[in-house]
């Protein structure tokens, strides 16, 4: 899934979108995802830690949750009445050993 354009929704992380005008304003919508790592995934981390490179199956995992929680966001944002979403943002926290927040967030506005 493009994520500048989702399910009819465009997206931008900037506050305006080229050739649109934003006619309204909606307010900030959300969507997050909380996940746990796979023990399986972990131990193959250690090893990659030791000979270095990418760890794809977290690579994998993080993509899997941003799509996820821009999903939750623009359903949201399509429940208000919103066509765009401006601003989007994403930020990770850790939630607990093993388990980590994906949240995405931004401005739901109608433009033509």
């Known amino acids: 899934m493009d994520l500048s354009s989702s399910e009819g929704m465009t997206l931008s992380n900037t ?7 934003i006619i309204e304003f909606y307010g900030v919508v959300t969507g997050n995802t909380v996940r746990a ?7 193959l ?9 990418e760890l ?13 929680a821009t999903e939750r966001m ?10 765009a979403v401006v601003n989007v943002r994403f930020a990770t926290s850790s939630i607990s050993q093993g ?10 506005v109608r433009v033509r």
């Open 99 to 108: 388990a980590s927040e994906l949240f995405a967030y931004g401005t739901a």
């Open 37 to 43: 790592k796979n023990i399986g995934k972990d131990i």
């Open 56 to 68: 794809k199956a977290y690579t994998e995992l993080l993509q899997e949750s941003r799509l996820e």
């Open 45 to 53: 981390a250690v090893l990659k830690n030791i000979v270095g490179g």
């Open 15 to 21: 506050e305006t979108i080229p050739g649109k005008t």
């Open 74 to 83: 623009v359903a949201q944002a399509k429940s208000m009445g919103a066509n």
